[in-house]
């Protein structure tokens, strides 16, 4: 079942459950997908749409460190119920350790041996695994592994 599918099956259970929240969220991504699609004027794929779906994530991340600031518990109480929501539709996060055997392989396989290579590995690696794992993470450890 696609990302896209398992948006319409769920919205339509959260509009019979009377989940709010859950529903005005995943109207939310749809929204945000439709935005997206039109830009760039075709349907989107698979791991585009967790992209954007990561990016909501990614705001209302910063929009909670606002609400925190401003003392707005209702505001980020309700963030958090989203954020959840969103994240259920983001695919599992690579462990530490199971990133670490990814980074491991790939560095064998571009025949990577110093930290010039960082470029090779990373553009592999987010090939691979880029809509699982967090950029800025995979970049700390193939640096660290690159430089050992």
């Not at 997206?36 to 794929?45: F, P, V, Y």
Request: glycine share 2%; proline share 1%; charged share 40%.
């Amino acid at each position: 079942m696609s990302l896209k599918d398992r948006l319409s099956t769920e919205m339509k259970q959260a509009l019979k459950n009377k989940e709010k929240v859950k529903l005005s969220t995943i109207r939310m991504i749809n929204a945000a997908i439709i935005n997206k699609e039109k830009e760039k004027r075709r349907s989107l794929e698979e791991r585009e749409v967790v992209q954007v779906i990561q990016s909501l994530v990614k705001q209302l991340e910063e929009s909670m460190v606002h609400f925190k600031s401003a003392q707005r518990e209702e505001l980020v109480k309700k963030s958090e119920e989203e954020l959840e929501v969103l994240k259920s539709f983001l695919p599992k996060p690579l462990t530490s350790e199971e990133l670490e055997i990814k980074i491991k392989e790939i560095i064998e396989k571009v025949n990577a041996v110093s930290i010039r290579d960082l470029g090779k590995v990373m553009k592999a690696l987010m090939e691979e695994v880029g809509d699982r794992v967090n950029g800025k993470v995979a970049s700390e450890k193939v640096k660290k592994m690159l430089s050992a």
